[in-house]
């Protein structure tokens, strides 16, 4: 980003100041700033190291408004003294972006944000994607970890959605050593469940750690396994406890899991919106055929899992599915009602088999019915190798030996989808 410093002086001033007289000071009456109301003149102060009533030097006025430029915040940076004032003018730059702490065992939110606003005058939760705010809250955040015990170097890089080039974020990460979840204490786990959710806590134990999703993520696995179990209004909390954990090999943050269990039900009705692509009917075939079950468990995952097949072979990739309960306490069993929110369709765009010869592409293709513009159906993809080497007996010998792999990448501002199959030989 290119940027442009403007110095300006009155003729009067100019004349007066000439290269023997270089250091000789002047005395401002008053400073202003133009063009940035979003920040305050005090924090305009503060960024560029002036204070009122200083005596100033050409050259000290010069290296005054070069930090302002320094910061990033600023596309153009200009000033004119006249004798009396000091006027600063300021272009802000058109986007500054809030930050995303990847894997970075820091709180984020508005403590951290008055933290890095204390030192830094101009952070207002947003950075530039360079200069000297953004190197400055990077260091910060270093020097916030190695009171943790952690040396580690965070890079900055644009985050943004898969498959765009949009940017909503300055994401911060640690990438060496990797950051995982530490140790995992249970408490209020009753003895009969203590073995099996013991191997839960052991299966999460040493995954990847993210700033924002790894409690939710814990609380979210235990819960469903309670759930699965039948006990369906499972509380679950889960906090960091202590310190982390440094080694040279990674970086290990421990959590503390609290448990409500409640009590057992029985899965009751499962009831969905009108205007739903998955009948009542479906519902109550697949749940009356698991009426041992008495929770949720296999059966209620099998509705949500078959409401989620179906949208997403209309192509409603984005599809959401809120169950809500009803506890009928008296009878120990608990009723849902689900709200459905399908999300936009996505279409096929273009689908590749990447690795083969071109007799063996052209024949594929031939087999290929989702054609581009056609509502995405993942499906269809996962099953496509299988389906056509059982009705062809030559693709059946041409694939013999051969891994079959498949990346389906979604673009969620014009929800089109591109799939790119892959053949390798299996060693």
Same mark, same amino acid.
């Given at each position: ?5 403007? %110095? ?7 004349? &007066? ?21 979003? @920040?305050?003149?005090?924090? %305009? ?42 006027? +600063? ?6 986007? %500054? ?7 970075? $065992? ?8 008055? *933290?890095?606003?204390?030192?830094? $005058?101009? +952070? ?62 249970? /408490? ?12 839960? &806590? =052991? ?7 993210? =700033?924002?999703?790894? /409690? ?27 310190? &982390? ?41 697949? =749940? ?23 949208? *997403? ?8 599915? =809120? ?22 369709? @996505? ?21 290929? /019915? ?19 080497? *059982? ?21 969620? /501002? ?14």
């Amino acid at each position: 980003m290119q940027r442009t410093i403007f %110095l300006s002086f009155t003729t009067a001033v100019f004349l &007066a100041v000439s290269f023997s007289a270089a250091a000789q000071k002047f005395l401002p009456k008053n400073i202003k700033f133009n063009g940035a109301p979003e @920040y305050s003149d005090q924090e %305009l102060l503060d960024a560029s190291g002036l204070k009122k009533g200083t005596t100033l030097t050409v050259v000290e006025m010069k290296d005054h408004f070069q930090r302002l430029m320094d910061t990033g915040v600023f596309e153009n940076v200009g000033y004119k003294f006249d004798g009396v004032d000091l006027v +600063y003018s300021l272009k802000p730059i058109d986007t %500054l972006y809030p930050i995303r702490l990847e894997n970075l $065992p820091i709180t984020s939110g508005k403590d951290l944000d008055a *933290k890095l606003h204390d030192r830094f $005058p101009l +952070y207002h939760g947003k950075v530039p994607t360079e200069g000297g705010l953004l190197d400055g809250v990077r260091a910060a955040l270093e020097e916030m970890l190695a009171t943790q015990g952690i040396k580690a170097t965070i890079t900055a890089m644009p985050f943004g959605a898969p498959g765009t080039k949009n940017v909503s974020a300055m994401n911060f990460s640690i990438t060496s050593p990797p950051v995982q979840v530490g140790s995992i204490q249970l /408490q209020g786990v009753s003895p009969e469940i203590q073995t099996r959710i013991t191997s839960v &806590a =052991t299966h999460l134990t040493g995954t990847l750690f993210d =700033t924002e999703n790894t /409690q939710a993520n814990l609380e979210h696995a235990f819960e469903s396994f309670y759930v699965d179990d039948g006990y369906a209004a499972v509380k679950v909390h889960a906090v960091r406890s202590g310190d &982390a954990v440094v080694t040279d090999a990674n970086i290990s943050i421990p959590y503390a899991v609290s448990v409500e269990e409640g009590r057992r039900y029985k899965l009751g009705a499962v009831h969905l919106p009108p205007d739903s692509i998955v009948t009542q009917a479906d519902i109550e075939k697949l =749940t009356t055929s698991h009426t041992e079950i008495s929770s949720r468990g296999a059966t209620t995952r099998g509705v949500w899992a078959l409401i989620s097949i179906r949208y *997403k072979a209309k192509g409603y990739l984005d599809c959401a599915l =809120t169950p809500h309960p009803e506890f009928d306490e008296a009878a120990a069993i608990v009723n849902y009602t689900v709200d459905i929110n399908p999300g936009p369709v @996505y279409h096929l765009s273009l689908v590749k088999f990447d690795n083969v010869s071109d007799d063996l592409r052209s024949l594929l293709m031939r087999n290929w /019915q989702m054609l581009p513009g056609d509502p995405f159906d993942e499906s269809y993809v996962a099953n496509f190798v299988v389906k056509v080497e *059982k009705a062809d007996p030559v693709l059946q010998r041409s694939l013999a030996g051969v891994k079959v792999s498949y990346d389906v990448r979604a673009n969620p /501002q014009t929800h089109e989808v591109n799939v790119v199959i892959r053949f390798e030989k299996r060693t």
